[in-house]
């Protein structure tokens, strides 16, 4: 089975299950760390349909020499009558072909018997099914037959899966430094057989050595030592945005829904973190949906960001859908891992507040992403590891699985900015900014092909896409070169000074910041549900922020006694919110606008003038208003550095209340107020705000609008 693993790192994002870490960061930041993730396989966790044993024969013929290998890890050569080698390796007898096996999964867990020329191998301990399961036979010189494995009982039934993704910006170094992966089983699950495996240091299976513990309820697997390359020996390790994976065959019994599954990763110079999830035991088929989603805002090391208005150094997110199993091609009776429902669309609503701000970085025109992705370096804005089922690869179901880059794409009409990467396939995220959403960033991503199963992403994006601390992450060759796998050279750094920021976190510290992420199948399109809620902790530091708003209002006429218009300029600067080394300023959520007394408003002047309704104006939809072009009073311009042109609109008088009693007309059961609509016709980007007016007994007029959008403007 070819495996292939996809990590995103994006501002749109965070990771599921995302373990909790506990560190000490340098201040250049080049270190690991680990996102963790547990999924069920199935999503309904049931029965196993097979005992875990499992009896492979080892068929060599007469005047064979042979290899044993075990996971990736060579156990010895032997040979069977008559004797090429003459007796310079050892005879491959049941009893040491089974002191062999036993040397690496201990006594008592593997029985061999038969001649020489065919052993059968049974698995009999606690880790036995594994123990025959990555057993392999590797022909050095044959007699009459030649060497192979023949399986005869397949184990069928519920799975763990734990994937540790490194989206630090160092690789993990495991050779002397070993990464273990600890799974600690809930109640009521009991482990058959644990494997692991990673992309970076071999295709073979079981590069990753895994031991079933006590008594099943905890499984351990280590990835340490070296592997040869090349014909030189190479210390295993886990590249920038590479995953480690672990499965786990289960045995349920008597588990029940909720029972926390609790994982935990250590060692490779990382820090330790640690996660946990909810199983769910069911008899019903799974359906499509997602067992997990997660975004988070990381500082080095994985801590969490806090601070009101930073930019953290990456945004991760994690979306996890149900996974099922279904026959491999390749190997009758035996499952593999797919998805419980083909997605087609995913709808991400960041927290209110979060932005990115693509106009500070380069971006890549759509024919060069397309062609082969020729896109320059620093375009990339982050890392995505997605996971799918790609059907049958050379008569096997394969999962699919690596690292790529994310780049900052040239927008289409319509769209405030668009990212891009490509697993095989482009991919395609379109970001808007929503009106009726709290004006939060939406971000979709449509029409995943039908091709390719999707089931889990891990996407990071940064912070400051500019930083040094990324040069060694802004291409897969510069990944492997910062392994020592590739030459250095290819890898030339940056060269930014004072590069501009792309993530900001929201100004506000009143409320948790929630996200959602919603989707529908193929199967079923167009009928969107709920996938699933991120939850991060109220922000902090909200008094440490800078503001300086200023408000200018100047008449058009200067006569006394004299029909006038007026010029009003809100002004909060800007600058700061450009700046990566400083917090940006509060954003704006309440505008006021006192006028002097003896201005006044003029009844007699608005003959032919009308209002708009709420109905008219839709205060709470992104459609363009129908309000009568004589309820203008007003031409509004605002200008953000988010978007690279100015919005423009008008203001319209909002239709009274007549009378106390009366039904509303306007959000404030008012006599005079207005509606602020403005928009950007490329991004498509609106805002719709009311004001309220308000007259003192003296006549002096207050204008108010309040919770206006956590964006930056003026």
Not at 87 to 108: D, F
Not at 324 to 335: F, H, S, T, V
Not at 359 to 387: H, M, W
Request: proline residues 7%.
């Amino acid at each position: 089975m070819r495996r292939v693993r996809m990590t995103v790192v994006v501002w749109l994002a965070g990771v599921a299950l995302a373990g909790v870490v506990s560190v000490s960061a340098s201040a250049e930041g080049l270190m690991p760390w680990f996102h963790l993730a547990s999924v069920d396989r199935p999503g309904n966790l049931g029965p196993s349909t097979a005992a875990a044993s499992e009896v492979q024969e080892v068929t060599t013929g007469s005047g064979a020499v042979f290899e044993l290998n075990v996971g990736g890890q060579e156990i010895g050569y032997f040979e069977t009558a008559p004797y090429p080698f003459g007796g310079a390796v050892p005879r491959a007898s049941a009893a040491n072909v089974q002191a062999a096996l036993e040397g690496v999964y201990g006594s008592g867990n593997v029985q061999v018997s038969g001649p020489e020329s065919a052993l059968v191998v049974r698995s009999v301990g606690e880790d036995a099914y594994e123990a025959v399961r990555q057993l392999k036979v590797g022909v050095i010189e044959t007699g009459s037959a030649s060497a192979r494995v023949v399986t005869s009982a397949v184990f069928k039934g519920s799975e763990l899966a734990v994937t540790a993704t490194n989206v630090g910006d160092a690789t993990a170094e495991a050779g002397s430094d070993p990464l273990r992966i600890v799974d600690r089983l809930p109640k009521g699950l009991r482990a058959l057989f644990a494997h692991g495996n990673t992309l970076v240091n071999s295709q073979e299976f079981g590069a990753v050595r895994c031991l079933v513990q006590e008594a099943g309820q905890l499984v351990e697997c280590v990835l340490g030592g070296s592997y040869e390359l090349e014909g030189r020996e190479v210390p295993k390790k886990v590249l920038m945005f590479h995953q480690v994976e672990v499965v786990v065959g289960v045995e349920v019994e008597g588990a029940v829904s909720g029972e926390l599954n609790e994982v935990s990763v250590s060692g490779a110079g990382a820090p330790s973190a640690r996660s946990t999830h909810a199983i769910v035991v069911s008899g019903s088929p799974t359906q499509f949906g997602a067992e997990a989603f997660e975004q988070d805002a990381e500082e080095v090391g994985g801590v969490p960001d806090q601070q009101a208005g930073s930019h953290p150094f990456q945004y991760t997110t994690t979306v996890n859908l149900n996974e099922a199993l279904g026959p491999d091609g390749g190997a009758p009776g035996k499952e593999v891992a797919k998805p419980a429902g083909l997605v087609k669309d995913l709808t991400f609503k960041l927290p209110a507040g979060l932005i990115g701000n693509p106009t500070a970085i380069p971006r890549c025109p759509l024919n060069a992403f397309v062609a082969e992705q020729k896109c320059a370096a620093d375009t990339i804005i982050g890392y995505t590891s997605v996971t799918f089922h790609e059907g049958e690869i050379g008569g096997q179901s394969g999962l699919v699985t690596s690292p790529v880059p994310v780049y900052n794409l040239e927008p289409a009409v319509g769209e405030a900015a668009r990212f891009a990467f490509s697993p095989g396939a482009p991919v395609y995220l379109s970001a808007s900014v929503s009106n009726s959403e709290d004006y939060r960033v939406t971000v979709h991503v449509t029409n995943i092909p039908q091709g390719i199963g999707f089931m889990n992403t891990t996407l990071t994006l940064w912070g400051v896409p500019g930083d040094t601390r990324h040069d060694k992450e802004r291409s897969l060759q510069c990944i492997n070169a910062a392994a020592g796998l590739a030459a250095e050279s290819t890898c030339p750094p940056a060269g930014i000074v004072n590069p501009p920021p792309f993530l900001i976190l929201p100004t506000s510290c009143t409320s948790e910041l929630q996200s959602v992420v919603e989707g529908d199948s193929w199967q079923h399109a167009g009928t969107f549900k709920e996938l699933g809620t991120s939850l991060m902790p109220a922000l902090g530091g909200c008094s440490s922020l800078p503001f300086s708003g200023e408000i200018e209002v100047s008449p058009d006429e200067q006569a006394a006694s004299t029909p006038s218009g007026l010029s009003v300029d809100v002004k909060v600067p800007q600058q700061d919110a450009l700046n990566a080394t400083g917090l940006a300023p509060s954003s704006l959520r309440d505008i006021t606008v006192v006028l002097p007394e003896g201005i006044a408003l003029n009844a007699a002047a608005a003959d032919g003038l009308q209002a708009c309704s709420e109905e008219q104006v839709g205060l709470d939809n992104g459609l363009e208003v129908a309000c009568p072009n004589a309820s203008k009073v007003a031409t509004v311009t605002i200008h953000t550095p988010l978007l690279p042109n100015p919005l423009k609109g008008f203001a319209y008088l909002a239709q009274p209340q007549n009378f106390p009693g009366s039904p509303q007309e306007n959000p404030f059961q008012s006599l005079v107020a207005i509606y602020v609509v403005a928009k950007d016709p490329v991004s498509g980007v609106i805002v719709k705000l009311a004001g309220q007016i308000t007259l003192s007994p003296s006549g002096q007029i207050t204008t108010t609008f309040t919770n206006n959008p956590q964006l930056p403007f003026e």
